[in-house]
């Protein structure tokens, strides 16, 4: 299985990175071309893949095609390269907003095509990436997409009018996390504890809690409960947090962003 990637920024490197670290693919079967050549340069290093400056070259190696530029230069590199897909090949998006539809009109064929949303977190091996693809696009080709991408976290396979939301809940959130970590962390630093410190601290309590959530498979807001003593510190915290409308405020912040997304 031959991967082609047009663009070769940060989630291409992380994606390209677990699918060659899980033996999914190997680095020698997957090309990239990126408009820089610095992160060419960087990929055929730290990945050992092949690289080209041409973008119609991976094109014509790829049985499947990602395309990981940003949504605004979509246009331009499918024009340029649509002539030359193939129709067994596989085209896999990772653009907020460039609809199935959209992608169909703008390649001005038929074609076998997956959308998908993966996020930052797959440079650890933690993302997770929500799928969706046209007709034309099989069971066993679904399923073989789903495998690249299990290769750098957990994969959702849904309708594509969930795409969007994606996009809020888990393709932009870990900004939103980050900057939860960093007031966590700052707050500590303001009450005497070492900043590195601090983060280590924030961090550890995010990420536990999260894997809480996941392998209990209680709901977030018994687990809550379970840390609120009555009259206790934490009951008192959450107060201020509903107080300062917290959960208002994510909610808010996640309906701007999915419908930025919509668009795009």
């Avoid at 790829?62 to 897909?85: H, W």
């Avoid at 957990?154 to 939860?180: C, H, I, N, Q, R």
């Avoid at 500590?188 to 924030?202: K, L, S």
Wanted: overall charge negative; hydrophobic content about 45%.
């Amino acid at each position: 299985m031959k991967l082609g990637f047009i663009g070769c920024g940060n989630m291409a490197t992380a994606m390209i990175g677990g699918i060659t670290a899980n033996k999914i693919c190997n680095a020698e079967d997957i090309i990239a071309s990126d408009a820089y050549a610095p992160a060419l340069e960087k990929a055929r290093e730290q990945l050992q893949i092949r690289v080209s400056s041409d973008n119609k070259t991976v094109v014509s190696e790829a049985d499947i095609l990602f395309l990981a530029v940003k949504p605004q230069y979509y246009e331009t590199v499918i024009k340029e390269i649509k002539d030359y897909i193939q129709d067994n090949q596989i085209i896999v998006t990772i653009a907020p907003g460039k609809t199935l539809a959209w992608l169909s009109e703008t390649f001005g064929k038929s074609l076998k095509v997956v959308r998908c949303m993966p996020n930052t977190p797959a440079l650890v091996c933690e993302g997770i990436t929500g799928v969706c693809s046209n007709d034309l696009v099989t069971e066993e080709d679904l399923e073989l997409v789903c495998r690249m991408l299990r290769g750098f976290g957990k994969v959702e396979v849904l309708t594509e009018k969930l795409m969007d939301v994606v996009v809020s809940v888990s393709g932009s959130s870990p900004a939103y996390v980050f900057m939860f970590i960093e007031a966590m962390a700052d707050a500590a630093v303001a009450d005497g504890m070492p900043r590195a410190q601090a983060y280590q601290f924030a961090a550890q309590a995010v990420y536990g809690s999260a894997k809480m959530v996941l392998e209990t498979g209680k709901h977030p807001g018994e687990l809550k409960d379970m840390v609120c003593s009555p009259g206790g510190t934490t009951i008192e915290a959450v107060r201020v947090l509903e107080q300062k409308g917290f959960r208002s405020a994510v909610m808010e912040a996640m309906k701007a962003c999915t419908t930025k997304s919509k668009g795009l």
